[in-house]
């Protein structure tokens, strides 16, 4: 195998865009992306597009990664759809990392976008509860509730046994929230005070509003490439694929004493990276509810059961601490256009990397990073697909 950088990243922002399609939105992550790495369309041999829920909210089925492409003027090369739930787009990453790494091809595209405001919030919640199992949606279970009491976070559960407050499972999203009133391509960039997570409109019992990641159209695209090769079109630094992990869940029946799926998957990273998690200098993770955050604190081996909130409270995972988490503002402040999110956790991290995030730049540009990603929910009490990638530089 060999190895891979990404030589150039483009994001549209994340928020409403009514009046722009999902085509529209993905040509201006391509752009970005292709100008950033001094890449041609003619040079890209192949692409992985990402998407999730596009055919059911705007009705283009089967070939949304050529209609993409050839928007933004790519044609006539292996395109391949990706559809793997809110990791769609890490998904698409690693098919492109695996062309360029097999020697299948010298320069890859990944893109992932979606487009979820369509004017009726119902289609979409509907659309998005058709990412799990379907029998697990009817009989209600929805994303929100599968973070609540699910056995796969269970929320409530960690209350009981770690005895965290409802103060601390707000910490996560006051802390992002800072980090996305930063970020310019955030979708909200409002500051939250505890006070006001806390206090927003109970969703799931103990999940409030401003816990939960909200609707969001969004895109961003990575251009990988041969890293014996890569001075041929950017003098930009190039940013090494150290390890690129994908899984799908585990079944579990009640009581199951493995190892989490997304601890699992982190190890393999980390294994494939030889690095450890000391080694990591920034994190962007699925907090799709932000407390879930503090549950993949111990997944990745940043901390031990229960410590999560300490992390937060002594400023670790903040921006200006050891370790930032989520620099971006997460998903629920940067936003979740959900096959979107793995490329856009990638355009941040590359982005710290280079040291061109602005004001919410790490002082130091971190050297090693880490994207994990997962989506969709079996009957099995996994999640559907697990994504961990690390990045150096």
Not at 253 to 258: H, I, N, T, V
Not at 317 to 343: D, I, M, W, Y
Request: net charge negative.
């Amino acid at each position: 195998m060999r190895d891979v950088v990404i030589l150039g990243t483009g994001a549209h922002p994340t928020g409403r865009f009514p009046e722009m399609a999902l085509k529209d939105m993905a040509f201006g992550a391509i752009r970005e992306a292709l100008a950033d790495a001094g890449v041609g369309q003619k040079d890209v041999q192949v692409a992985y597009v990402g998407n999730s829920l596009g055919g059911l909210l705007t009705g283009q089925e089967g070939v949304r990664g050529q209609v993409m492409l050839q928007h933004a003027g790519i044609t006539a090369i292996p395109v391949v759809n990706v559809e793997n739930a809110c990791a769609s787009a890490a998904t698409a990453l690693r098919g492109a990392w695996l062309e360029v790494a097999s020697g299948a091809a010298d320069v890859a595209l990944a893109v992932g976008a979606e487009k979820m405001f369509v004017g009726d919030s119902a289609k979409t919640i509907a659309a998005l509860s058709a990412v799990s199992e379907i029998d697990l949606s009817r009989i209600g279970m929805q994303f929100t509730t599968s973070y609540a009491i699910h056995p796969k976070i269970n929320l409530k559960g960690r209350m009981s046994e770690y005895g965290w407050s409802i103060e601390d499972l707000a910490k996560p999203a006051v802390k992002n929230s800072a980090h996305g009133a930063l970020n310019p391509i955030a979708q909200h960039r409002k500051p939250l005070s505890v006070e006001e997570v806390v206090q927003s409109r109970v969703v799931v019992d103990p999940l409030t509003l401003l816990m939960c990641s909200s609707i969001s159209d969004g895109a961003a695209a990575a251009v990988l490439c041969a890293a014996d090769i890569a001075h041929r079109f950017s003098s930009a630094k190039p940013i090494r694929i150290a390890a690129c992990v994908l899984r799908s869940g585990a079944y579990r029946l009640p009581g199951d004493g493995r190892e989490d799926s997304a601890e699992i998957t982190a190890k393999l990273a980390y294994e494939q990276a030889g690095v450890g998690p000391q080694d990591i200098g920034a994190i962007e993770l699925h907090d799709a509810m932000a407390p879930a955050e503090l549950v993949l604190y111990e997944r990745l081996g940043l901390c031990e059961k229960g410590e999560g909130p300490r992390l937060i409270d002594e400023g670790i995972t903040k921006l200006g601490g050891r370790q930032p988490v989520n620099p971006s503002g997460g998903l629920c402040s940067r936003g979740h256009p959900v096959g979107a999110t793995g490329l856009l956790q990638i355009y941040e991290l590359v982005s710290q990397m280079r040291g061109r995030a602005g004001p919410r730049q790490i002082e130091e540009p971190p050297k090693v990073t880490m994207a994990q990603n997962q989506g969709g929910l079996l009957l099995g009490q996994d999640s559907a697909v697990y994504a961990c990638t690390i990045l150096s530089s």
